[in-house]
Nanobody
Framework: QVQLVESGGGLVQAGGSLRLSCAAS????????MGWFRQAPGKEREFVAA????????YYADSVKGRFTISRDNAKNTVYLQMNNLKPEDTAVYYC???????????????WGQGTQVTVSS
């Protein structure tokens, strides 16, 4: 079992930055692939970024590539999402997730956090 708790969301102006954190419980955190997803009102949950157990292997949605960075500290059981140059279209609830594989598919992740709101004003 893995429990995930996100934090770091908030209101920011376009062009600003936020760093989201996802704290995980469980001793086997390092074995899981971690993903960040987001869901805007009226839209489906979409992939943002993912990392294998080592952040030497990461990948991103095209919409955030070059602006967002996923990282993880296995010693602290925490994964981060650094978001720079934020745009109004980045406004959504952001979720972290844990699963056996670093995939873009929502259904492949076994554990989810409660989400944290990110709002970007124009």
């Amino acid at each position: 079992q893995v429990q995930l708790v996100e934090s770091g969301g908030g209101l920011v102006q376009a062009g600003g930055s936020l760093r989201l954190s996802c704290a995980a419980s469980g001793r086997t955190f390092s074995r899981y692939a971690m993903g960040w997803f987001r869901q805007a009102p009226g839209k489906e949950r979409e992939f943002v970024a993912a990392s294998r157990w080592s952040t030497s292997s990461t990948y991103y949605a095209d919409s955030v590539k070059g602006r967002f960075t996923i990282s993880r500290d296995n010693a602290k059981n925490t994964v981060y999402l650094q978001m720079n140059n934020l745009k109004p279209e980045d406004t959504a609830v952001y979720y972290c997730a844990a699963g056996p594989r670093d995939t873009i598919m929502v259904a492949e992740y076994d554990y989810w956090g409660q989400g944290t709101q990110v709002t970007v004003s124009s």
